[in-house]
């Protein structure tokens, strides 16, 4: 059960070391664009590192999209993102579940993250594991709210997809943290990272606004439950750069026994 940050990907080495990480999250690329990711300098450096590597899918990727213009080419990014992040050893790709629009059939979502599994297939297959994250609010959003996200599992459960689950999204995606763990197995069977995160927003706000473990509207013993029964690493993505980071990774690791 390592413990670890999402940092600036120009060096994340040196950020983990700055914050005594186990584990480290970043973008490949401007996660507001759609640009394919370069070969990195210090890919060796990674591949080899004891720190454990995770990688975020760019924000605009969103697969469920009943829009060609914007489904199409989240498909080919999440591929070559994926690819890219294989190539620096990391243990998954982090990609949020995506929308269809107000005025569109959830359905529709579903069935088109399918398709997006069998499009990796025909491209070759996916070279590491995909994490879906929930998410804590959009119109019509495939994984806010579990029942939603039972759904998405029925159509991506047998690509062996993984999951990730952020509690901060949680909280403000409306869905009570005590036994989310238990409730989350039951659907995907399977929880391989948490964003531990406190949340600026109330409950059910729907704002996906981090805050530091113990400063949100949380109970930070509820997140640290949470990384108990998952038994799973866990990523903290809150603002204050190294000194934040390194007071929640220190929180965390207090109360875990880590």
Same mark, same amino acid.
């Given at each position: 059960?390592?413990?670890?940050?999402?940092?600036?990907?120009?060096?994340?080495?040196?950020?983990?070391?700055?914050?005594?990480?186990?584990?480290?999250? *970043? *973008?490949?690329?401007?996660?507001?664009?759609? /640009?394919?990711? /370069?070969?990195?300098?210090?890919?060796?450096?990674?591949?080899?590192?004891?720190?454990?590597?995770?990688?975020?899918?760019?924000?605009?990727?969103?697969?469920?999209?009943?829009?060609?213009?914007?489904?199409?080419?989240?498909? /080919?990014?999440?591929?070559?993102? !994926? /690819?890219?992040?294989?190539?620096?050893?990391?243990?998954?790709?982090?990609?949020?579940?995506?929308?269809?629009?107000? =005025?569109?059939?959830?359905?529709?979502? *579903?069935?088109?993250?399918?398709?997006?599994?069998?499009?990796?297939?025909?491209?070759?297959?996916?070279?590491?594991?995909?994490?879906?994250?929930?998410?804590?609010?959009?119109?019509?959003?495939?994984?806010?709210?579990?029942?939603?996200?039972?759904?998405?599992?029925?159509?991506?459960?047998? *690509?062996?997809?993984?999951?990730?689950?952020?509690?901060?999204?949680?909280? !403000?995606?409306?869905? =009570?943290?005590?036994?989310?763990?238990?409730?989350?197995?039951?659907?995907?069977?399977?929880?391989?990272?948490?964003?531990?995160?406190?949340?600026?927003?109330?409950?059910?706000?729907?704002? =996906?606004?981090?805050?530091?473990?113990?400063?949100?509207?949380?109970?930070?013993?509820?997140?640290?439950?949470?990384?108990?029964?998952?038994?799973?690493?866990?990523?903290?993505?809150?603002?204050?750069?190294?000194?934040?980071?390194? !007071?929640?990774?220190?929180?965390?690791?207090?109360?875990?026994?880590?």
């Amino acid at each position: 059960m390592r413990i670890g940050a999402h940092v600036d990907p120009a060096a994340p080495l040196e950020e983990a070391a700055s914050r005594g990480a186990e584990a480290v999250q *970043f *973008f490949l690329t401007d996660p507001q664009g759609y /640009k394919t990711p /370069k070969p990195r300098d210090d890919a060796a450096a990674l591949r080899e590192s004891e720190v454990d590597i995770y990688v975020h899918a760019p924000y605009i990727v969103n697969v469920a999209s009943p829009n060609n213009r914007i489904r199409i080419p989240s498909r /080919k990014l999440l591929m070559a993102h !994926a /690819k890219a992040a294989a190539e620096l050893g990391a243990k998954g790709l982090i990609v949020h579940g995506g929308h269809v629009g107000k =005025d569109a059939d959830l359905a529709t979502g *579903f069935d088109n993250w399918r398709k997006a599994f069998e499009y990796a297939e025909s491209d070759g297959g996916l070279p590491l594991p995909i994490l879906i994250e929930n998410t804590a609010g959009g119109d019509n959003a495939c994984a806010r709210r579990f029942d939603d996200l039972a759904r998405l599992w029925e159509a991506v459960g047998s *690509f062996g997809a993984g999951f990730c689950l952020d509690t901060c999204h949680a909280f !403000a995606g409306g869905e =009570d943290l005590v036994g989310i763990v238990d409730r989350v197995k039951a659907i995907t069977g399977r929880i391989d990272l948490i964003h531990a995160n406190d949340s600026k927003g109330g409950f059910d706000s729907g704002q =996906d606004r981090h805050d530091n473990l113990g400063n949100g509207k949380i109970d930070p013993e509820l997140i640290v439950a949470a990384i108990r029964a998952a038994g799973a690493p866990a990523v903290v993505e809150t603002p204050g750069g190294s000194e934040g980071q390194t !007071a929640d990774i220190s929180f965390l690791r207090e109360r875990t026994g880590r």
